[in-house]
C-alpha cells in the first residue's frame, strides 16, 4: 500500500475540524455564576447530543476504513500464494497468454492494479518473477528464486519438498559446518567451549523427546557457529536452520537416530574443546554424512539410487551409518 495503515484510519481534516471545533453557546444565553445554575438544560443535553455523535461517527469511520484494509489485504495474500503455489506446481508459466501483461494478469484475477502490484512487488522480492515494460510478466527460474526465504520455504513445505532442495540442503551443510568447527576449534573461548557441552548435555537428556532433541541440537550447531566470530557466518547459519527445521517435517523420525548421532556430537565437541582443528573438521564431516544418510533413508528407504551423491561417494563410508 502507497500509505500506512495509520494514515488510512485517521479520519478527514473536515472531520477533526469539526470535532476540534469549541462549543459555542450564545452568551445571551447563559446564566451568571451567581445563580449556580451553569447552562441550561436544554444546553447541556445538546452538547451531550454533539460529544456523542462526534465519538460515534469517529468511531463508524475507523470501523469501515479497517475493514476496507483487512478485505483489501486478504485479497493481496491470496493472490500472492495463489501465484507462488501455482509457480512452484508449474502450472503459472510464461506460456500463459494472461501473464503478457499486467491488465491482461488482472483481468484473468479478477483483482484491481493495486492489489495486483502489491502482489507482483512481494514475488519479485523474492526473485520468483519479474516484470519488464513491453514483455510482461515473467516467471524467473528456480535457481534465481530467493530459496531460504521464509514464506517460500513454506509453501515449498506445503507443496512437498523435493529430493533436489534436500539434497542442496545438506551439501551446503557439508561445505559450511566442518569449516566452521575447524575454526571454533581456534576461536572458541572458555564459556563457549561449556555452552557447547551444556547443549550436548541437553542432547543426552532428551534423547527420547524429538521436539526437545531437536532444540538442543540446534543450539549445539549455533554455538558452534557463533564460536566463530563471524557475523556473516551466523546470518548464513540462522538461514540454514530454518530451512534444517522444515526439512525434519518431510520424514518419519528414526526412534534410534538421536543415541545414534550422540557420539558424533561427542567427538566434535571434544576436538573443539582441545582446540584441534583437523579433529574437529573431520568429526564434523562424519556427523554430517551421517545425517544425511539417516534422513535420505527415512525419505526413500535405503535404495542406494536415492541416497544423496556426497554422502556415498568412494571412500566416503561413515561409521556406524548403515
Known amino acids: ?162 529430493d533436489l532442495f534436500l539434497n542442496n540442503l545438506f551439501e551446503v551443510r557439508f561445505i559450511v559446518e566442518p569449516a566452521a568447527a575447524e575454526l571454533a576449534a581456534v576461536r572458541a573461548s572458555a564459556d563457549e567451549i561449556a555452552l557447547l557441552f551444556s547443549a550436548y548435555r541437553e542432547m543426552e537428556a532428551t534423547v527420547r523427546d524429538r521436539p526437545a532433541y531437536i532444540a538442543a541440537d540446534l543450539k549445539f550447531h549455533s554455538v558452534i557457529i557463533a564460536a566463530c566470530h563471524n557475523d556473516l557466518l551466523v546470518q548464513l547459519n540462522s538461514t540454514l536452520r530454518a530451512a534444517f527445521r522444515r526439512s525434519q517435517n518431510v520424514v518419519t523420525p528414526d526412534p534410534e537416530g538421536p543415541a545414534t548421532s550422540l557420539p558424533r556430537h561427542k567427538e566434535v565437541a571434544d576436538a573443539i574443546s582441545n582446540h584441534n582443528g583437523r579433529q574437529a573438521r573431520s568429526a564434523m564431516e562424519r556427523l554430517v554424512k551421517l545425517g544425511m544418510l539417516d534422513f535420505f ?16 561417494t568412494p571412500g566416503s563410508r561413515v561409521q556406524g551409518a548403515g
Open 1 to 162: 500500500m502507497n500509505h500506512s495503515a495509520r494514515e488510512l484510519l485517521a479520519p478527514p481534516t473536515w472531520f477533526n475540524q469539526l470535532k476540534d471545533q469549541p462549543h459555542q453557546y450564545p452568551q445571551s444565553q447563559k446564566l451568571s455564576p451567581s445563580e449556580g445554575l451553569g447552562l441550561p438544560a436544554c444546553q447541556k443535553a445538546c452538547a451531550r447530543r454533539y460529544s456523542l455523535f462526534i465519538v460515534s461517527t469517529e468511531i463508524f469511520w475507523r470501523w469501515h476504513l479497517a475493514s476496507i484494509i483487512i478485505r483489501r489485504e486478504r485479497k493481496h495474500d491470496q493472490i500472492i500464494r495463489y501465484l507462488a503455489l501455482g509457480i512452484l506446481r508449474g502450472e503459472i508459466t510464461n506460456e500463459q497468454s494472461w501473464m503478457s501483461s499486467e491488465l491482461e494478469l488482472c483481468r484473468h484475477l479478477s483483482v484491481s492494479r493495486t492489489v495486483l502490484r502489491e502482489s507482483i512487488k512481494v514475488l519479485a522480492s523474492k526473485g520468483m518473477i519479474d516484470v519488464r515494460p513491453k514483455v510482461g510478466i515473467l516467471v524467473k527460474p528456480r535457481s534465481d528464486w530467493n530459496l531460504f526465504d521464509p514464506e517460500l520455504l513454506e509453501w515449498q513445505q506445503e507443496e512437498g519438498v523435493d
Open 297 to 312: 533413508r527415512q525419505l526413500s528407504g535405503d535404495n542406494p539410487e536415492t541416497l544423496p551423491r556426497l554422502a556415498i
